[in-house]
């Protein structure tokens, strides 16, 4: 590091079990940029005053995590269109002094399938909880003609956030209480969590129980550490096919580096990294 090394930060809270500082230095190093990849740990309180100076230090880049990635949009200068549409950013470029707020959460989201060969073309889907993740998690699904039910914890406040967005994606979704997750009496393709249950303080919570799935149900949950959450215990137990979010983590960060450098980083290099320090088997 040098007067001149730019800095790139995630902002959430919490942060401390993120894979993205060990994802984005890597590539950086690789690639010789000189830029620092850091995890700054926010209180929501606290983030108006965070973005405040962060742009004050000329910050390169941004990613945004839970729980900021719904708030931090109305506190940028400007923000794309699918952003707008999803209603949550997890990736800021400062683009000539303006900070404008990005979601790579559904490309890394449909990759990861892609890679898993996951089928979820015009499925019958269940997600599990509805937050920043969430939004993107939709709006990629609704792009690919699925039938959605969401199933959440808090459904007024859930109905008020999708009344506020009012977009053409949320048409005809379906809005559950968690406690009325059924797979006797719906079967579904696939069932994603996104709720933080199963990681943190949660760890030992699963959101839904896989007990009445169909032998062909693919269960997906965005969580990555741990690298096996409660519910892909229950998954496997039940030999249904599963896989976890660090595939989802690694290529909207890839997507992401891309927005700060031009540069279309190789995958492997964030894999071998990931393995060599045991976080990947």
Not at 14 to 26: A, D, L, Q, T, Y
Not at 40 to 51: W, Y
Not at 129 to 157: P, Q
Request: proline share 3%; charged share 20%; net charge neutral.
């Amino acid at each position: 590091m040098d007067s001149k090394t730019e800095m790139i930060s995630l902002l959430g809270h919490p942060v401390s079990h993120s894979f993205s500082p060990i994802i984005h230095n890597k590539i950086l190093a690789e690639y010789s940029i000189n830029a620092f990849y850091n995890a700054l740990d926010i209180l929501p309180s606290d983030l108006n005053v965070a973005i405040m100076g962060l742009k004050a230090c000329n910050i390169k880049g941004m990613n945004v995590t839970i729980p900021h990635k719904e708030k931090i949009v109305k506190l940028l200068d400007c923000v794309s269109e699918e952003a707008s549409k999803i209603g949550s950013v997890n990736t800021i470029v400062n683009e000539s002094g303006k900070l404008k707020g990005y979601n790579t959460d559904y490309i890394g989201f449909i990759n990861s399938l892609i890679i898993n060969n996951i089928e979820y073309k015009k499925k019958k889907v269940a997600l599990l909880g509805y937050g920043g993740a969430a939004t993107a998690i939709l709006y990629a699904l609704n792009e690919n003609l699925c039938d959605c039910h969401i199933f959440v914890r808090n459904i007024e406040k859930t109905k008020s956030k999708i009344d506020q967005l009012k977009y053409e994606l949320f048409t005809g979704v379906n809005i559950k209480p968690l406690e009325e997750f059924d797979l006797t009496a719906y079967s579904y393709d696939i069932v994603i969590n996104s709720t933080p249950l199963g990681m943190g303080e949660l760890i030992d919570i699963s959101p839904v129980s896989l007990k009445n799935a169909n032998v062909n149900c693919q269960v997906v949950d965005i969580i990555y550490n741990p690298s096996e959450t409660k519910f892909l215990k229950e998954a496997k137990k039940y030999n249904l096919k599963y896989i976890n979010g660090i595939d989802m983590l690694i290529e909207q960060a890839l997507e992401s580096f891309f927005m700060w450098t031009g540069i279309r980083a190789d995958r492997n290099v964030v894999i071998l990294e990931l393995k060599k320090l045991n976080i990947l088997f």
